[in-house]
């Protein structure tokens, strides 16, 4: 679950977010929706503990973000769009494993777990195949 309570992000004179308040219950999706400029990538940069919010905080997963940054990073995942960060050479597993390495996940736990997903996000198919193939990378 996602609570985000009066956040609000200003940069000098640019009043970027403006006490944004919404609730994001576990299994919800939720689209922001706003002009260029709106104040949408501020927002999520702000949850996902990558800028500092001026005023406000978000409890995620019953971590508050101010307070307990590292537990929220634990709780998020995050992919913008444009360059999304992938290692062109290695396949989907591959860059997996590299992320899950780094996040020091146990290698035979990240092997099940891409597993799991494979199967779930029928991703058979492109799973050993090189990112730099995928259509739209
Ligand atoms: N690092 C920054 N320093 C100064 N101003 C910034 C910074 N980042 C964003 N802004 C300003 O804050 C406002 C909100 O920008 P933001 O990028 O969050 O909007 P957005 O809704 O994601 O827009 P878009 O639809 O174009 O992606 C804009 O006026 C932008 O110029
Ligand atoms: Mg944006």
Redesign the pocket.
Known sequence: MIEVKGLS?Q??E?K??DDVNFTVKEGEILG?L????????????MIATM?KPSAGTANINGFDLLKQPDMVRKEIGILFGGEVGLYDRLTARENIKYFADLNNMDGKEADKNIEKLVEMLDMREFIDRRVENFPGA
């Open positions: 992000k940069f000098k640019v970027a977010v922001l706003g002009e260029n400029g709106a104040g949408k990538t501020t927002t999520l940069r800028l």
